[in-house]
C-alpha cells in the first residue's frame, strides 16, 4: 500500500465509489427542482382597465396603435399574421360572427379577382330585385317584338318591291332601324346592370376580394340571415355563387365553392 500506484490507485477508488452514492441524490434534487419561470412580461395586456384579466403580451417586437386614452390606461391595437391554418381556430369577435371561403371554378382554378358580398335583408333583396326583373323582362320583350317586326319588313321588301334603287333604300333603312334597336337593348342592359348594382351596394354588409389562391375572409359580422354573392369576373360575367346562410353569435363559418355556378342569381336574365 506504501508504493505510489497502490496509492493513487486507492484514492482513485474511494472517489469512485463516494461518486456512485452520490448519483442518486443528485438525481433525485434534479427532479424535485421547479422549471425554470416564465420571463416576467415587461407589458401586460389587458381584457379592460383597472380589474381586467390579464390577455396576453405586448413584446417588443410588436407594433401597437393607441385607440382612446382614460385616465391612467390606453386601449391600443395590434397588427400582425398568423399561418391560415392556424385561422380556424381564431374566435370570432365578441357578440359577431366570421366568414370565409374559397370558390373554384369548373375547370378546378381558383376563382382569383372575384368579389365576395354578403348581402343583408334577403326577404327585402328578393322583393327589390324582382320588380327589376319584371321592368328588364318588360323591356327586353318590347324591343324583341319590334326587332321581328323590323325582321319580318326586311324579308318582305326583297319580294315586294321591284324598283332596285327603292328596295336597296328601303333596306338601308330598315338595318338601320335595327342597329338601333340593338344599342338600345344594349343600354338597357347596362342600365339594369347598374340598378342591380345599386341594389347590391343598399344590401351589402362587407365585402372582400378573393385573392389568387380563391380565398376570401368577412370579419365582425353582425349574427342575422345573409345572401353571400361571390362573381367571377366583372359582376354579370363569369361564375356567380349565390348562398342562403345563417350566422349566429361567435360562428366562424368556412364555405367551399366549386363546380357548376348558381343558376339563379341576381344578374340572371340580363342577356
Given at each position: 500500500?506504501?508504493?505510489?500506484a497502490c ?7 474511494r472517489?469512485?465509489l ?10 433525485r ?7 425554470p419561470s416564465?420571463?416576467?412580461?415587461e ?8 380589474s ?31 399561418e391560415?391554418?392556424?385561422?380556424a ?17 369548373a375547370d ?50 326583297l ?9 336597296q333604300?328601303?333596306r ?8 338601333a334597336?340593338e344599342q ?8 339594369a ?10 344590401h ?14 368577412l ?8 345572401r353571400?354573392?361571390v ?13 342562403p346562410?345563417?350566422l349566429?353569435?361567435?360562428e ?16 340572371s336574365?340580363?342577356?
Amino acid at each position: 500500500m506504501n508504493h505510489p500506484a497502490c496509492r493513487r490507485a486507492f484514492r482513485l477508488s474511494r472517489g469512485l465509489l463516494a461518486l456512485l452514492a452520490l448519483a442518486p441524490s443528485v438525481a433525485r434534487a434534479q427532479e424535485a427542482s421547479p422549471a425554470p419561470s416564465p420571463a416576467p412580461c415587461e407589458r401586460p395586456l389587458f381584457g379592460r382597465p383597472e380589474s381586467g384579466p390579464v390577455v396576453g403580451c405586448l413584446g417588443g417586437a410588436l407594433a401597437a396603435h393607441v385607440l382612446e386614452r382614460v385616465p391612467g390606461w390606453l386601449r391600443v391595437q395590434i397588427e400582425g399574421w398568423i399561418e391560415e391554418p392556424m385561422g380556424a381556430s381564431l374566435p370570432a369577435p365578441a357578440g359577431k360572427a366570421a366568414l370565409a371561403g374559397s370558390a373554384a371554378r369548373a375547370d378546378g382554378a381558383p376563382a382569383a379577382g372575384a368579389q365576395a358580398r354578403l348581402l343583408r335583408d334577403p326577404e327585402a333583396l328578393d322583393v327589390e330585385l324582382a320588380a327589376l326583373r319584371e321592368r328588364r323582362e318588360g323591356d327586353r320583350d318590347r324591343i324583341r317584338q319590334r326587332l321581328v317586326g323590323v325582321d319580318q319588313q326586311l324579308e318582305r321588301v326583297l319580294f315586294s318591291d321591284d324598283n332596285l334603287t327603292r328596295m336597296q333604300e328601303s333596306r338601308r333603312r330598315l338595318r338601320s332601324e335595327r342597329e338601333a334597336l340593338e344599342q338600345e337593348r344594349l343600354a338597357l342592359r347596362r342600365k339594369a346592370l347598374e340598378e342591380i348594382l345599386a341594389v347590391l351596394e343598399r344590401h351589402q354588409a362587407g365585402s372582400s376580394s378573393l385573392d389568387t389562391s380563391g380565398f376570401f375572409l368577412l370579419e365582425g359580422i353582425e349574427p342575422g340571415t345573409y345572401r353571400l354573392l361571390v362573381s367571377s369576373g366583372s359582376a354579370a360575367d363569369g361564375p356567380t355563387w349565390y348562398v342562403p346562410l345563417s350566422l349566429s353569435p361567435g360562428e366562424r363559418r368556412r364555405l367551399d365553392l366549386s363546380g357548376p355556378p348558381s343558376s339563379n342569381t341576381p344578374f340572371s336574365g340580363l342577356d
